[in-house]
């Protein structure tokens, strides 16, 4: 079992910068790719990036060039930089963690920017 806890969502201005860290625990040393996904007010789930175990990284569109993922494996903390923040980027933000075939969700973190 693998439990994950986000942390540093908050209230922003748009063109601001948040950093969230995802720590985990328990049988963290199982973790291979770590990642974030966020889900919008009234829309889906949708993935914003990944980090794989040797730390290559994916990003959806929307967000390439403005945040970044990173990950320090000896703290089993996973990190997402979010630079230039826009209103849209409004979300409840949700780091997951893989393990085998078994993919680990954190209860989430809001992060709001204001226009």
């Known amino acids: 079992q693998v439990q994950l806890l986000e942390s540093g969502g908050g209230l922003v201005q748009a063109g601001g910068s948040l950093r969230l860290s995802c720590a985990a625990s328990?049988?963290?040393?199982?973790?291979?790719?770590m990642g974030w996904y966020r889900q919008p007010p009234g829309k889906q789930r949708e993935l914003v990036a990944t980090?794989?175990?040797?730390?290559?990284?994916n990003y959806a569109e929307s967000v390439k060039g403005r945040f970044t993922i990173s990950r320090d494996n000896a703290k089993n903390t996973g990190y997402l930089q979010m630079n230039s923040l826009k209103p849209e980027d409004t979300a409840v933000y949700f780091c997951?963690?893989?393990?085998?075939?078994?993919?680990?969700w954190g209860p989430g973190t809001q992060v709001t920017v204001s226009s």
């Open positions: 997951i963690a893989d393990s085998g075939p078994v993919r680990y």
């Open positions: 328990g049988s963290a040393f199982r973790i291979n790719a």
């Open positions: 980090i794989s175990s040797g730390g290559n990284t």
